[in-house]
């Protein structure tokens, strides 16, 4: 059975749900929509003592509350903490607002600083994930795996063979040499991780990080996906792409020394089929900052694994 939280990860509509009524049955002020990625279903919104919260609807992942519930209980053993659950109902959640500054806000001024953080985050969500697994089956790791890698694959590269980037022989050998890694390593390929350990989830507030949105998904690159996922999404949002490629591999030798170089560069020239394809060409997405044009011959490199 595919794993429920790996169902419709890129949807682009979220179930209905009437936020109103939920604000009115909780008494609660609608403060502002839209300020997260421009989603209607991520609101601020003020209880009736004037605290500020955060209320989501629609699709809330099927971990979810219970990550945010482990990850309370273990705040003291972890790197991060996480938002208080105030509330929650059928398809939405009410959450402790905390006032901090996003990650990604400081990437171009304190880059290393935000990498090291980013390292820090991920090792320490799989305390969360491991703890969590003692009472929880999370699904089947290489199944559910295989199923997301080979069909994001697919997805992914469209727009980039279509846009005439990249032949579709390219994306026949990925396939290829990833099905060589699962056949030798099987399961152990893949890992239960956060999937989203960025620069706008993670939030520095004073002397604390704080990460949101906790989930469980199962990736290709135990160990060190979440942590590429990090590099990939700074590579969109710094401004120069320049230092950032070459700073990439330089994190990489810094904090993966001890994984198969081959296989994190194979991980990676999908994380950035990813954001080159699905990201810049089929979302067009807003966030991006820099030189687009640049990012996304870099980004070619990337996935060519063209690293000098």
């Known amino acids: 059975m595919t794993n429920q939280a790996t169902q419709k990860q890129e949807d682009e509509k ?33 209880d009736a003592q004037g605290n500020r919260l955060i209320l989501k609807t629609g699709r809330i992942d099927p971990f979810q509350t219970q990550l945010l519930k482990t990850a309370k209980q273990m705040e003291a053993q972890l790197y991060f903490k996480v938002p208080a659950i105030i509330k929650q109902g059928e398809s939405w959640i009410l959450l ?16 290393d600083w935000c990498v090291e953080v980013s390292k820090k985050v991920a090792d320490s969500y799989q305390l969360v994930i491991q703890e969590v697994q003692k009472t929880q089956s999370l699904g089947n790791l290489l199944a559910d795996g295989q199923e997301w890698l080979f069909s994001r694959l697919n997805m992914w590269s469209k727009p980039i ?30 890992g239960w991780v956060h999937g989203n350990i960025i620069g706008d989830h993670i939030l520095v507030s004073g ?36 230092q950032m490629f070459a700073s990439i591999q330089k994190w990489m030798k810094q904090y993966l020394s ?45 996935i060519k694994r063209e690293y000098e």
Request: a negative charge.
């Open 14 to 46: 979220e179930p209905m749900v009437d936020m109103e009524t939920i604000i009115r049955e909780n008494n609660l002020q609608l403060m502002e929509t839209e300020f997260f990625r421009q989603k209607k279903t991520v609101a601020r919104v003020k």
């Open 96 to 111: 402790e607002e905390v006032e901090g500054q996003f990650l990604n806000d400081l990437y171009d001024k304190k880059p």
């Open 161 to 190: 063979v279509d846009a005439g980037l990249i032949d579709f022989s390219l994306v026949q050998q990925l396939k290829q040499e990833f099905e060589e890694v699962i056949n030798r390593k099987g399961k152990n390929f893949f």
């Open 207 to 242: 002397e604390d990080i704080y990460l949101i949105d906790l989930n469980a998904v199962p990736r290709a690159g135990r160990g060190y996906h979440d942590f590429l996922r990090a590099l990939d999404f700074m590579f969109l949002k710094a401004e120069n792409e320049e």
């Open 258 to 302: 001890e994984f198969d170089e081959a296989e994190v560069k194979l991980v990676f020239a999908f994380r950035n089929i990813g954001i080159l394809g699905w990201d810049i060409l089929h979302h067009k997405v807003e966030y991006t900052k820099g030189d687009i044009e640049a990012k996304k011959q870099l980004a070619l490199r990337f």
